[in-house]
DNA sequence: CCGCTTAGTTAACGCCGTTAACCGAATTAA
DNA sequence: TTAATTCGGTTAACGGCGTTAACTAAGCGG
């Protein structure tokens, strides 16, 4: 009987629409408001019945989050097409930062909130390996080439420390920016100019001098 | 009478262990163990007592912030000694750095949590004006001094902007080293390397060519 | 038709922050 | 000296949270 595959296919639906209420809710009015009560009331089910579902509360943010590290790493799609390895590196940067202001309630549980997160638990079916490498791969491609490209000063081989110096810069940026916002005492540069800020800076640091690229940043009389 | 004062030191002595109870929880076991009850537990009072005290959770916590971020403001006391501009900025850094990695609990409630504060009641009365500007007015004096100095390249005059672009990049650092600490999936670099390394980028981005601060960086050959 | 699996419900537990009503000791006033 | 008042602290309770155990009922295979 194909009626076993129905009744799993709509199984698969009901864990789907909580994702959904989740990630609604979530989006909406921030972490708080996810509540295992809040996302049953809106699928019009009963709390456990998500238990039926998933393990527990940390298990379902934890999928939310796999699947939001998609959407993520998708948001990176054009930089890829972007030439110059500098200036994609730039470009990604930006882009970065561009994803943590338009989707704050994502990046910050993806990046801020730390979730005990025990790996091993994530399905490594997909493939490539958890999402989160795959964008940390991303990240590595487009600083490699940058490294290959041997237009960054030669003290500079070990790419694991460039890339999580990279990422800890636009991570500052980003967070900072979430984080404060409220903070209205200093008077905040538009967070773009710090981005900004911080890429030409972090560039001149890393290529070497009399780089082409750095001609693009300001006219130096 | 001075039995009027009295009572009144011992309410404030009340008020006090109620913050040190919550320190003390906050920091040895992190931010979910601050609860009123347990709180209440440990000074062998009702939790309903601290309501006598504070507002409710939110002005404790507020409370314990602006306490917290002296001890935050005191860590750069040996900075100042620091006679060279760029490199006192540099060893200020590490110093952020280090105070985020060695209380990281304290880290995370002053810089990574958001708290709706409302500023407005933060009592002025401190006079200089509230700690967490303090801390950033002594940003600004020490990227001040380095602007000051004329050391840096000559696009470079927005104080704000640098202040900002520096926080930014040594919050990266350190907030994404607490956040990340559990995932040993990547490769991860020894804190202070990064940070040495993203200082020595920003540095190099932000002084002249030339400057006598870069020769001690890394000879290159 | 019968027994089994299973999506979903009911009821409850122990936590949480917070409030209203109350208590009792110390201070003040008569 | 005694009555009134202040006020630090307690008791009891409310509504909300995540989670569990026990149960219900529908659909499946034999």
Redesign the interface.
Known sequence: MGSNERRERAKEETRRRILDAARELFASEGADAVTMRRIAERIEYTPTAIYVHFKDKLALLRELMTSDLQVFAAHFASVAAVEDPIERMCTMGHAYVDFALTHPNHYRLL????L??P?TELTPAAGTG?P??DA?TMLELVVGAALASGRL???HT?L???C??V???????A?????M?????????PVS??TA??L???????VR?GDPYLSTL?A??
Chains 1, 2 share one sequence.
């Open positions: 990046f801020i909130t730390t005990p997160i790996k958890s989160e490498e940390y000063r030669p003290e070990d694991p420390l460039l999580q110096t990422w800890s810069c636009m991570h500052g940026v967070s900072l920016a979430i984080s916002r409220c903070h209205a005492e200093f008077e905040w540069r100019d710090i800020m911080t030409q800076c972090m560039v001149r640091g890393l001098d300001g130096h009389p």
